[in-house]
């Protein structure tokens, strides 16, 4: 896939805060933290498991 080749004069159009791939960084940093937490996902490595101390 190409990247998109913004025009100079569409520029002010894409930096519009509703055009943010996350529009609240504050609350998606929050989620991360609570669904890390919670599956124990953070990272991607390690031993697997649910999170709940079982393994």
């Known amino acids: 896939m190409k990247p998109a080749k913004v025009k100079p004069w569409e520029r002010g159009v894409m930096a519009r805060e509703d055009m943010a791939l996350v529009p609240n960084p504050v ?5 991360e933290h609570i669904y890390f937490s919670k599956e124990a996902a953070s990272g991607g490595s390690g031993v697997g498991g649910g999170g709940c101390g079982c393994n």
Do not use: K, V
Not at 27 to 31: F, H, P, S, T
């Open 27 to 31: 609350q998606e940093g929050l989620d």
